[in-house]
T-cell receptor, first 111, second 114 residues
Framework: DTEVTQTPKHLVMGMTNKKSLKCEQH?????MYWYKQKAKKPPELMFV???????INESVPSRFSPECPNSSLLNLHLHALQPEDSALYLC??????????FGPGTRLTVL | AQSVTQPDIHITVSEGASLELRCNYS??????LFWYVQSPGQGLQLLLK??????LVQGIKGFEAEFKRSQSSFNLRKPSVHWSDAAEYFC????????????FGTGTRLLVSP
């Protein structure tokens, strides 16, 4: 089973709202990732968690706050977002630094 | 520079015809190589991967890819395209950019005509 699940599927929020995206995998993978994908572009890496610790932050603004409560769960907390943050947010996981398996994504719209 | 190039932004293929999507990489060694497919509004699905060994790799949905070291290429092929293959295809390579990072090409949109 190579399934990564993400909730919600769609999210609309105002610039003053606080919301969270959730990602879950039960493959025993030790690395989890957040990507941002704008229309007609490839995914851009935001954060990497390795063994539940944040190992990479690709200079992401502080209005995005990741959290890894346990080895199967990854959250992305959102606060005071801007309209340009509207995008498809993808979660991925991998056993080590090898094959990444992606979730279906959360389509985020910031009004 | 470490990069992955997909020279074709769009490709249109007739249903039943063969398909080849091009991918080249620039890196000081042979990276791990991947092809992913993405339908509109969906996540990325792994089609196949190459780490080492046999340079012709079989994947899901009837796709295959051939690694050619001399050309730094990893082209994706399918002998007979179905309408359901219409999607965005991303080639990616795992490269050490200070850390192991999945570097994506810009993608190729495949259109299938009847």
């Amino acid at each position: 089973d190579t399934e990564v699940t993400q909730t919600p599927k769609h999210l609309v929020m105002g610039m003053t709202n606080k919301k969270s995206l959730k990602c879950e995998q039960h493959m025993g993978h030790r690395a989890m990732y957040w990507y941002k994908q704008k229309a007609k572009k490839p995914p851009e890496l935001m954060f990497v968690y390795s063994y539940e610790k944040l190992s990479i932050n690709e200079s992401v603004p502080s209005r995005f706050s990741p959290e890894c409560p346990n080895s199967s769960l990854l959250n992305l907390h959102l606060h005071a977002l801007q309209p340009e943050d509207s995008a498809l947010y993808l979660c991925a996981s991998s056993q080590a630094t090898d094959t990444q398996y992606f979730g279906p994504g959360t389509r985020l719209t910031v009004l | 520079a470490q990069s992955v190039t997909q020279p074709d932004i769009h490709i249109t293929v007739s249903e039943g015809a063969s398909l080849e999507l091009r991918c080249n990489y620039s890196y000081g060694a042979t990276p791990y190589l991947f092809w992913y497919v993405q339908s509109p509004g969906q996540g990325l699905q792994l089609l196949l991967k190459y780490f080492s060994g046999d340079t012709l790799v079989q994947g899901i949905k009837g796709f295959e890819a051939e690694f050619k070291r001399s050309q730094s290429s990893f082209n994706l092929r399918k002998p007979s395209v179905h309408w359901s293959d219409a999607a965005e295809y991303f080639c990616a390579a795992l490269m050490n950019t200070g850390f192991q990072k999945l570097v994506f090409g810009t993608g190729t949109r495949l259109l299938v005509s009847p």
